[in-house]
DNA sequence: CCCTGTGAATAGCTTCACAGCC
DNA sequence: GGCTGTGAAGCTATTCACAGGG
């Protein structure tokens, strides 16, 4: 099994472009295809950032990476961006993608209309359940994972993704690999362990839960006038908080809570 | 309808931890919550650092805006660390969420283990198409839209997760935020438009696809020592690449690519 | 005068490297 | 000796603000 590594600089420019801007960049897609969509000719950076849900000059500097495809004065010209970005991101040709694991998620991406439009084909739907074999998941019959290899050499697939149980992810990236998967979209609460080389982005639905639960907590904390302190959805009603702390290690009461107000060590059970 | 503003100072630390932390401590909560399992009693922050996925550096700073919770030379109790990033991350309670859109998504949504066995509890499904009303999914009967409002304030809602299609989450959004949620998990590929004070994270499939396949194509680029160029999976079969560009703006043929070498114009049909 | 493109300034994040404590 | 906690350095990203072309 591999031994994990992922790290690259972080910042790894691929040709100069920063990944901060090549993760906005399907956003402006999308708000440039519905511009398209409605016959819209020019576009504003300031009407086009909004559109996209960021600022203005971000925009700008994100584009500047990419060359100067607008014209002062007036904008940038919606068709000739898309295209310009649909190349960048090498959405101009297809790529085969294979889901691995048809549970509710899997079948969820493989009805995902997203996808094909934007360059992505489902070449195929693999789960280890024999019982599954050969039913058709919106309109592609589900194969076994015995056939992974073949399926993934016959198709030239290149892209494959995990929505699998976590007990079953790595396995199934390590196959995934060995067959020439070189990027990995996992959806399995799991850190993937890939060779050099190799892609794995994640989407971890409960992690971004975690984070808003996180800034609910302190709006809470904000109204009762109070810095984090806790309390559920709308203060109806009590929930359950959840039993006192873990004794803490013998040593480590030596805690010492960044600012003062709040001790940070028992839950100090709710306010009404 | 509102208009939008999500953008925070960007880093609003909420009391002095990181954006960039938060988002982290449900890694390691996570990696913390197997080690628990395990009942392994202490870890240090090279072990826990590998089994998150970051590096060891990192998450000791991480570490240090919460406080000083491990003990030098030996490492981190885990239980405790379990709890006090729990309590940090606010689920040390209870928190109620509404899935608003029972297609295939929300269904995998609301079958999601992992939202109950992190303080997330799916109060309510609702969807705006009647037939499916009363059906059970997860367990949980279908509620229909006009219920929304009640449903929330009779729950003390204050996270909403939006897995509709893309037409109707702006309307769904206003309608969540006026019955008084807060924080709202969005998978419906759109900006939302949100007063203050109100959260959105989003969650796109397709973007995070594009971010693949934008490195991807790198890889293949430099397989072949030349800069970006194209070509689909393993090179197996040419793929459908798309038709040429929309003719540049008037003007615009002014462009200027960053680098040499590659002209960035025409998609230069790709190779066998 | 409008709007892009971009240096310069600022803010934020990560990594280094080591002091301090067990 | 081992490992945490953290200033300081280095790097990336965002924002500002304005030069410059249409």
Known sequence: MATGRNHRPATSRSRGIPEATVARLPLYLRALTALSERSVPTVSSEELASAAGVNSAKLRKD????????????GYDVEYLVYQ???ELGLTQD?????????????????????ASRGFRVAALIDADPSLAG???????????????KIISDNGVSIGVIATPAGAAQQVCDRLVAAGITSILNFAPTVLSVPEGVDVRKVDLSIELQILAFHEQRKAGEDLGGPPGR???????????????????????TKRPPEPGNDGDLPAVMPA
């Open 95 to 115: 790529w085969p993608v294979v889901i691995v694991g048809i549970g509710n998620l899997g079948a969820a991406l493989a009805n995902y209309g997203g996808f």
């Open 85 to 87: 970005i649909s190349r």
């Open 135 to 149: 039913k058709p998941v919106a309109g592609i019959p589900v194969q076994h994972t015995d056939e992974l290899e």
């Open 63 to 74: 584009f500047s990476y990419l060359g100067s495809y607008g014209t002062r004065g007036v």
């Open 231 to 253: 309390r559920p959805g709308e203060g109806v009603h009590p929930e359950t908080d959840t039993a006192p702390p873990a004794a803490p290690p013998a040593a480590a009461v």
